[in-house]
């Protein structure tokens, strides 16, 4: 069994920061890609960024320049430093990871809340 746990969501004013944490955690697994994605009421999910084993990264555009994602290999853990926060950068925020235990399959956590408000 493999699970994703993020951490570090909450309320914060616009222009501020956060740091969003997932780590994986189980026996026996290889991770591939892993990314952040978020939802925020009424609209469908999406890409915020991905990053491969390597560190290369991709954004939304949205979020380019304010933004960083971020992993450590070694500890199973991926990142996601938001600066120059935003009202519409409210949502719940998802990790998702590749990885491979008998075969490749997508990984989501739980999600963490990210609100954005004065």
């Known amino acids: 069994q493999v699970q994703l746990v993020e951490s570090g969501g909450g309320l914060v004013q616009p222009g501020g920061s956060l740091r969003l944490s997932c780590v994986a955690s189980?026996?026996?697994?290889?991770?591939?890609?892993m990314g952040w994605y978020r939802q925020a009421p009424g609209k469908e999910r999406e890409l915020v960024a991905g990053?491969?084993?390597?560190?290369?990264?991709n954004y939304v555009d949205s979020v380019k320049g304010r933004f960083t994602i971020s992993r450590v290999n070694a500890k199973n853990t991926v990142y996601l430093q938001m600066n120059s926060l935003k009202p519409e950068d409210t949502a719940r925020y998802y990790c998702n990871a590749e990885i491979y235990k008998s075969s490749w399959n997508d990984y989501w956590g739980q999600g963490t809340q990210v609100t954005v408000s004065s």
């Open positions: 189980g026996s026996t697994f290889s991770i591939g890609a």
């Open positions: 990053i491969t084993v390597s560190g290369r990264a």
